[in-house]
């Protein structure tokens, strides 16, 4: 581990932008920006809402700014609401409150209008939606309050087809048809990718990227850059560190080092949300020899107007203010369908397995092996985000540093992003057997630790470092056993990959323990009983060993294992406390205690057979 930690520190690099020196507005290039939702529930409207507004709300010519939002979820609620924006206050600060939440309350309104489960069932089966909002387009009341006709961005909203029959791969898929819409569209040379709850914290953002981007001192692989993710709903004790602190926000130490490090070597990979990618980046050309593909037919699919926008440049300026054409809607929707990609490149399988391992391990959080994954070797030509694996970031940024793309890591002091970190230990368990791949079972439960004196010097305290330990352990024993099982079947054949959104919709109730600083056990069996039975089984060794040593006297090879017994029961002490000691409704239920126990007992008659027979 020490030797992979090496590179990270031979050139870190911090780096400061100067917005100011910026070419003049109309020389700025265009971009595009990608939202996407999946889930009407878990990804509540209103959240969905708010995180397009503040994108087309970014500091940025209005007439270089294109905002795409792709709807996998509900589909005609979201559109409603967003036909219907009523957008005057992005302009209009001083009574922006007001108007805020007479649009919250429009959105809320709205939302009602179709049952959810409707909504849910169509989501599954439909034909693809497209549709251009533009000032034109927007309610007559709004066009009242709004006298002045501020210009505002265009705003496509993107609902692609969906058949049972077809498999949509996710949120690369989503991306893959965003790529293909806008490039017939604005066809802007840059893409800011968002989450659906990640709003633009701050309206800079976009400026700050494109220094890089227009700077002739740049080298011409910059392929992204790369924004924090950080997020808005962190509570003081943060019990199952959901900030995911080692990655972004431990200060000036070790982890700290990682994203700098790596940006001074090939630069960090992508985390799925909230960098600035250059399209050209995601057409799958090789810069190493500039090779473009011949059969571009086979490779992009055959839709003649995505051909020709390979070859075109910038086309947001043509694009303002005008109502879609019949045809150019028409292809849009072609390209949008199920079956365009049949027999193309888009999302290509070209892996190898050492690319799967790879990647595993990354997710495992063992960062160390970044500056690595720069030698894996794909296959041929692939376009688009990839789709073998739900975690098409990774994948993705292994096979575009392969054909010689580079990027950068942009960390200014006001967070420019902010999105909604799972703080409920189902949803934190829910997301860990998507992100937490198979090999965590196996590598991160053998993996030891990490120091407590690195986790000091990196800016924790000892309670942060607790937090750490126990989420660790509590995903390594529930949810990355779960993702494993889930990960072979699917490879297996037996059952189909499987994405379940985390959820943004952060109710009260979901909350409270959070906020408490207590574990939440509201989950379910699945997760708590592989919990719940381990720390039985340390438990009944402690309390087994002590006695042993109190009758035999052995105090001298017992000493160890005590110790080490008596640090897990230490460790996982909200798991005793729900077990035993809480009688609110976040304690483990009394049904849960009896499986487990159930379930330990035999572990430790295994043992006795084992050790004593
Ligand atoms: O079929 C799908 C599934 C998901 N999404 C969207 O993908 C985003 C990420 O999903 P989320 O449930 O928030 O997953 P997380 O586990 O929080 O996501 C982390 O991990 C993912 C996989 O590595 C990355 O894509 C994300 O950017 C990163 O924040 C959300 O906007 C979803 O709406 C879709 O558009 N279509
Ligand atoms: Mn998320």
């Not at 109502?323 to 292809?331: D, G, Q, R």
């Not at 592989?530 to 720390?535: K, L």
């Not at 017994?565 to 909200?574: L, N």
């Amino acid at each position: 581990m020490w030797v992979l930690k090496e590179p990270f520190f031979w050139f870190p690099v911090t780096r400061s932008v100067c917005p100011e020196r910026l070419p003049k507005d109309p020389d700025l290039p265009g971009i595009d920006v990608f939202v996407c939702t999946a889930d009407l529930e878990k990804e509540p409207t209103f959240g969905v809402m708010n995180t397009v507004i503040s994108a087309m709300a970014l500091d940025y010519p209005v007439e270089k700014l294109s905002v795409y939002l792709s709807d996998d979820g509900g589909a005609s609620a979201t559109l409603m609401v967003e036909e219907n924006q009523n957008m005057d206050f992005i302009e209009d600060r001083r009574s922006i409150k007001e108007k805020y939440e007479a649009f919250k309350q429009r959105v809320q309104r709205k939302c009602r209008v179709e049952p959810e489960n409707v909504a849910k069932r169509n989501a599954k089966n439909h034909p693809a939606l497209i549709q251009v909002i533009n000032a034109n387009s927007i309610e007559d009341d709004v066009a009242i309050s709004n006298p002045e006709h501020v210009e505002m961005p265009h705003l496509v909203y993107v609902a692609r087809e969906k058949r049972l029959s077809h498999r949509h791969n996710f949120k690369a898929g989503a991306i893959n048809v965003l790529l293909r819409v806008s490039s017939i569209m604005s066809n802007s040379p840059y893409i800011l990718v968002l989450d659906c709850d990640m709003y633009c914290n701050d309206s800079t953002s976009a400026r700050q990227a494109m220094c890089f981007y227009v700077d002739p001192r740049t080298p011409s692989s910059l392929g992204w850059v790369q924004y924090p993710q950080k997020f808005h709903n962190i509570s003081e004790t943060d019990i199952y560190d959901s900030q995911i602190r080692t990655i972004w926000t431990a200060p000036n130490h070790m982890f700290q080092v990682y994203w700098p490090g790596i940006d001074g070597l090939q630069g960090p990979i992508i985390s799925g949300t909230n960098f600035y990618i250059r399209r050209e980046a995601l057409y799958g050309f090789d810069i190493h020899d500039g090779s473009v593909p011949k059969d571009m037919g086979g490779c992009f699919g055959s839709s003649n107007e995505f051909l020709k926008s390979l070859n075109q440049n910038d086309k947001s300026d043509a694009m303002k203010g005008r109502e879609p054409s019949p045809a150019l809607l028409k292809e849009a929707h072609f390209l949008a369908s199920c079956t365009y990609e049949k027999g193309t490149k888009w999302g290509d399988k070209a892996s190898a397995i050492s690319t799967h391992l790879i990647t595993q391990l990354y997710l495992v959080k063992n960062l160390e092996i970044m500056p690595f994954l720069d030698w894996i070797r794909l296959g041929p030509l692939q376009v688009g985000f990839r789709y073998d694996s739900v975690a098409e970031d990774v994948m993705t940024s292994i096979q575009l540093q392969n054909l010689g793309w580079r990027s950068f890591y942009l960390n200014p002091t006001r967070p420019q992003f902010l999105g909604t970190a799972p703080t409920d230990l189902n949803e934190l368990l829910v997301q860990g057997t998507s992100i937490i791949p198979p090999l965590c079972f196996f590598y991160g439960i053998a993996l030891y630790p990490k120091g407590i004196y690195e986790h000091y010097i990196s800016g924790g305290s000892i309670r942060t470092w607790m937090n750490e330990q126990r989420v660790w352990m509590i995903k390594g024993a529930s949810c990355a056993m779960v993702g494993a099982l889930d990960c072979v079947m699917a490879k297996l054949g037996l059952k189909e990959a499987s994405f379940i959104p985390t959820n943004k919709a952060g109710s009260e109730d979901k909350t409270k323990y959070y906020q408490m600083g207590k574990y939440d056990f509201r989950t379910s069996n699945m997760f708590l009983v592989p919990i719940v039975s381990m720390v039985s089984v340390n438990l009944a060794c402690l309390v087994g060993g002590i006695i042993r040593v109190i009758i035999a006297h052995n105090w001298e090879t017992s000493l160890a294992h005590a110790g080490l017994s008596f640090y897990a029961v230490v460790m996982s002490f909200p798991v005793i406390e729900g077990m035993f000691l809480r009688k609110d409704d976040g304690r483990v239920p009394l049904s849960t205690t009896i499986i487990s126990s159930a379930i330990a007992l035999v572990f430790l008659s295994i043992g006795y057979f084992i050790f004593l027979h």
